[in-house]
Nanobody, 120 residues
Framework: HVQLVESGGGSVQAGGSLTLRCTYTKRLGCMAWFRQTPGKEREGVARIVSSGALTTYPDSQKGRIAISQDTAENILYLEMINLKPDDSAMYYC?????????????????WGQGTQVTVS
């Protein structure tokens, strides 16, 4: 049974940075971060496959975020820099088998409870 618990969210001024953490009980082949604002679908912001062999970001996020994981401590990270008000959202950690790795939130069956990021 895989469980994901996010932490590290908070309020930050525009231009600032945050590092989100996702502690997991078991690592699956694909680990990802999504975000969601009220009334909108969940949007993928970063994913990592096979112990970091492949990391992928949407074009809109390249250069401002980095996903990584500590497999010894079972922690997935999302480092975000130069934050903008549009980055304000609930951020979720998600896991799936590597062959289901995509930007489609529906492919992920395991989710954390989310951590709120507010940029002002």
């Amino acid at each position: 049974h895989v469980q994901l618990v996010e932490s590290g969210g908070g309020s930050v001024q525009a231009g600032g940075s945050l590092t989100l953490r996702c502690t997991y009980t078991k690592r699956l082949g694909c680990m990802a971060w999504f975000r969601q604002t009220p009334g909108k679908e969940r949007e993928g912001v970063a994913r990592i496959v096979s112990s970091g062999a492949l990391t992928t970001y949407p074009d809109s996020q390249k250069g401002r975020i980095a996903i990584s994981q500590d497999t010894a401590e079972n922690i997935l990270y999302l480092e975000m820099i130069n934050l903008k008000p549009d980055d304000s959202a609930m951020y979720y950690c998600a896991a799936a088998p590597s062959w289901e790795c995509s930007w489609r939130a529906s492919e992920y069956k395991i989710w954390g409870q989310g951590t709120q990021v507010t940029v002002s």
